[in-house]
C-alpha cells in the first residue's frame, strides 16, 4: 500500500527566527481529507567529541521549554543550506573550545516525525586538541566530561534524556565494543 500524503494547500502562520509553522491541507491514501500542522527546521548537528582516554564532552545547559537545565553532547541548528559537517566542526569549537584530527558522520535522527522537519545530523569527534570556546551571545553553559562506559550508563538510567544525545552515545558505544574507535 502506499502511504503518500497528498498536500493540497498550505498555510503559514507562523514565521520565526528558527521555526516557520504552517497548516497543511492533504489528501490521505484512501482519498479523504486531514489537516496536518508541521514546524519547519533547518535541523542541526550533534557530535560526540572522544578522547583518547575515552572521555565524552558534555555541555550542561538550562532548556528554556523544559525550565532545567540538561545533559547533552555538543549541538547547534543548522543555518539554511549549510553543511551539516562544517557546522558540526564549527559547534564542536564553539560549545567546547576543541577542534578535531578525525570526524565521522554517524548518521541522521528524526527528533519529532510527527510534526517537525527537523534531521539532526550525527558525528564522532577524535583526535581531540584543545583550543578556544567561542560561545554565542546568550550562550550559557558549562562543558564537562564523563567517561563513555558512565556516559551510557547514565542513558539507560534515564540521566540523559535528550534524543540527539541519547542516539549518539549508544551509537558511539557500540562502535566502541566492536573495536571500531
Known amino acids: 500500500m502506499d502511504f503518500t500524503e497528498k498536500t493540497l ?7 520565526g527566527r528558527i521555526i516557520t509553522v504552517h497548516v497543511d491541507e492533504i489528501e490521505l491514501p484512501n482519498g479523504k481529507r486531514s489537516k496536518r500542522e508541521v514546524v519547519e527546521h533547518n535541523g542541526g548537528v550533534c557530535v560526540a567529541a572522544l578522547s ?8 550542561r545547559q538550562y532548556r528554556y521549554p523544559y525550565h532545567r537545565t540538561l545533559l547533552e553532547l555538543p549541538a547547534g541548528k543548522l543555518e539554511k543550506g549549510e553543511n551539516p559537517l562544517e557546522a558540526g566542526i564549527r559547534e564542536l569549537e564553539e560549545e567546547c573550545g576543541v577542534v578535531a584530527k578525525n570526524i565521522i558522520a554517524m548518521g541522521q535522527v528524526y527528533p519529532t516525525v510527527a510534526y517537525c522537519s527537523e534531521i539532526i545530523h550525527l558525528f564522532l569527534a577524535t583526535g581531540l586538541e584543545n583550543t578556544n570556546q567561542h560561545l554565542d551571545e546568550g550562550e550559557f553553559l558549562d562543558v564537562i566530561e564523563i567517561s563513555l562506559e ?6 539507560m538510567n534515564g540521566e540523559i534524556s535528550d ?4 542516539a549518539l552515545v549508544l551509537k558511539t558505544a ?8
Open 163 to 166: 534524543s540527539k544525545t541519547v
Open 150 to 155: 558512565k556516559a551510557t550508563e547514565m542513558v
Open 9 to 15: 494547500s498550505e498555510k503559514t502562520i507562523f514565521e
Open 52 to 59: 583518547d582516554d575515552g572521555m565524552l564532552k558534555f555541555v
Open 174 to 181: 557500540r562502535l566502541k565494543e566492536e573495536g571500531k574507535i
